[in-house]
């Protein structure tokens, strides 16, 4: 159905609303540090809920017959297919959170908070996928069940698996692995049985320069890349290689092949390491960065990378190639870096006024 709607026309903005996973780690380390009880929601048949503001004609389905054959049915309420319906969706479950009395943040707009008094209720949004957190139990039942007064809720119980994280949590905090993530990851490219390496690539790589054969077929390599991609979420040890071997999508080569198997190879060594959000440990936000001038030799272009923590809590990582060539590796490293730790900081106050001070430190 969707690809006969005409944009403008039956259609106008199309999204799905999809939480950051920065926010998803931040979410669970202030409700772990606040000794708040994490619960998951899932909604059924989410895109049905929605309110259609265009008008949207469609045929009747098999099975319903009219006399005249050229009537038509007008749509109300959205429908699988539709290109607006995941953002009809959202604008009703928005609509039910604001009249509650829930804040949106501006930082992410599928986090909402909720503050009465000391009752602080906090809600993550994944498309149809809820993650609930609050100080008082009381108010987060009375919450969830307006939630499933106004839509059919499934009540999946405390949080334990969500978009493929499995979260396991005792008295010294929350422990975020993808070890099932990665064990398909290993066993569709049939290295089951092959020998683990310790570590990922070499340190003086060509990979920028390779003059190998390109690839037949690049769409398995584009397919790796993007499941190590998202492995990313739970792996900041994964950050550099994926970030350099993810250049060479348009037109893979063999060594880059090579080097996308050496770490999957790497994944075997243990395929369930992880990030450990530590309950014990303040709100103070420490960064740290380096940057590695003119490491592509390719382009001459730094790269830069970053570790960011809430306490002991890993929160964000990234490594990345600037945008401009440094003439100097004191101008590649000037002003990375700053700007993002005041962001993460921003961010992190959207969960509440938690008391803590900011370290930037650069290697």
Known sequence: MGNKQIEGEDYGETFSLVAKMGTVRLFLDTALKNGWMVHQM???????????????????????????????CKLKKSLYGLNQAPRCWFSKLA??????????????????????????????????DL???????????????????????????????????????????????????ALDIIAETGLLGSKPVEFLLEDHHTLAVS????????????????????????????????HVLAQFMKEPRQDHWDAAIRVVKYLKFDPGQGILLRSNTGFQLTGWCDADWSRCKQSRRSVTGYFVQLGDSPVSWKAKKQKTVSRSSAESEYGRF??????????????????????????
């Open 42 to 72: 899932d909604v059924h048949n989410a895109f049905l809920h929605g309110d259609l503001e265009e008008e949207v004609y469609m045929r009747l389905p098999p099975g319903y017959q009219l006399d005249d054959k050229n009537k038509v």
């Open 95 to 128: 609509s039910a959170l604001l009249s509650y009395g829930f804040d949106q943040a501006l930082g992410d707009y599928s986090l909402f908070t909720y503050e009465k008094g000391n009752t602080r209720i906090h809600i993550l949004i994944y498309v149809n």
């Open 131 to 181: 993650i609930i957190g609050g100080s008082c139990p009381k108010a987060t039942e009375e919450f969830k069940e307006y939630l499933s007064s106004c839509f059919k809720m499934k009540d999946l119980g405390a949080l334990k698996y969500f978009l493929g994280i499995e979260v396991a949590r005792n008295e010294w905090g929350i422990y975020l692995c993808q070890r099932k993530y």
């Open 211 to 242: 003059k190998s054969p390109l690839l037949s077929d690049p769409k398995s390599f584009r397919r790796l890349l993007g499941r190590l991609i998202y492995l990313g979420v739970t792996r900041p040890d994964l950050a550099y290689s994926v």
């Open 338 to 363: 700053s700007s993002r730790v005041n962001m993460v900081e921003a961010h992190v106050g959207y969960f509440g006024s938690y008391a803590h001070s900011t370290n930037v430190c650069t290697l």
